[in-house]
């Protein structure tokens, strides 16, 4: 399977609590991620619920904007 490597930053608490969790699990961020992205693409209620779930947090006085982020 080819590849693409990416960063991203992710909210500190949340990841914390992923890991907890993953020990248990003993599945990889990378096997995570994957399969949310396929759920994502594949199942229209998660893509719909994940799509409402993000605009929500978008402000209107302050409009999404690609560029470079602020460290």
């Known amino acids: 399977m080819e ?3 990416t960063t991203v930053k992710l ?3 949340l990841y914390s ?3 907890e969790l993953n020990v248990r699990a003993k599945i990889s961020f990378q096997d995570f991620v ?3 992205l396929e759920k994502y693409l594949n199942d229209k209620d998660f ?3 994940i799509s409402e779930s993000v605009v ?3 402000s209107h006085n302050k409009p999404f904007q690609i560029g ?3 460290v």
């Open 56 to 58: 929500q947090k978008l």
């Open 47 to 49: 893509q719909t619920e």
């Open 3 to 5: 590849q693409f490597v």
């Open 68 to 70: 470079r982020a602020h």
């Open 17 to 19: 609590q992923f890991k």
């Open 34 to 36: 994957n399969k949310c």
């Open 11 to 13: 909210d500190n608490e």
